[in-house]
């Protein structure tokens, strides 16, 4: 007899009201799927459709106003380590070299300094960044300090890996190579990653799901498999396949997008 694999992640009807001067405002309204272990997940709207909110409440740096999110079967209340996050924003810290900015959870945790730089080095050459271990970010470019803060979030064994747009701000050419590189270390590490973009081509390439949101209040369209074989590369992007997903897609975020702008 098969058993069901059980989700790493669960959204259970989460919903999300903020209050504004202007009023209420509805966000997320009884947002509902799950993520399973190793997977990768990413989620596709239009502008202010709630993804990101759905990224914080799972991080628990928002409060769902129904619902609840569960993370191996524990419903999470707030911020935790078994959370990993990447901004869009560079966050490291500045005055850390980039080998202390991967190790500082280390650090907090009390792990012992060599094998904070087994674990330093171990994603300093996962990531391409060997022998940046001294530089400081300024030091960096853009895309070098993100690959930067998805080893530091790493480092740190998180469950879940959440990431927030993280090559938003990133040149097209730069954001291709960043697409690889995480590739790269998702098959390495296996570890479950939720993603948010407004990137299409970026969701079919990294994603094994793609959730396609409403506009606001923001709620699932669709849930899509993506039908391409894994490991992937660039070439992808001109298949068949890939060329057909893309314009199912373009088409409901199209749809959303026009609603969003309705009088």
Known sequence: M?????????????GKIFSTKGGEVVALDQTSFSVMNGEFVTILGPSGCGKSTILRVVAGLEEPTSGHVFLDG???????????????????????????????????K??????????AHHYLDIIGLTGFDKHYPIQLSGGMKQR???????????EILLMDEPFGALDAQTRSIMQEILLKVWEESK????????????????????????????????????????????QNKSSADFLA????????????SLKAVKP
């Open 110 to 119: 009390g792990i012992s300094k060599k094998e904070q730089d087994e674990i």
């Open 74 to 108: 524990k419903e999470i209340k707030g911020p935790g380590p078994d959370r990993g996050m990447v901004f869009q924003s560079y966050t490291l810290y500045p005055w850390l070299t980039v080998k202390d900015n991967i190790t500082f959870g280390l650090q907090l």
């Open 148 to 158: 930067v803060a998805i080893a530091r979030a790493l480092a740190n064994e998180p």
């Open 2 to 14: 098969t058993t069901t694999p059980t989700p790493k992640l669960v959204i259970d009807n989460v």
């Open 245 to 256: 997903l893309k314009l199912e897609l373009l088409e409901l975020i199209r749809e959303e």
């Open 191 to 234: 570890k479950t990653i939720l993603f948010i973009t407004h990137d299409v081509e970026e969701s079919i390439f990294l994603g094994d799901s793609i959730y396609v949101m409403t506009a606001r209040p923001g709620r699932l369209k669709k849930n899509i498999k993506v039908p391409l074989p894994r490991p992937r590369d660039y």
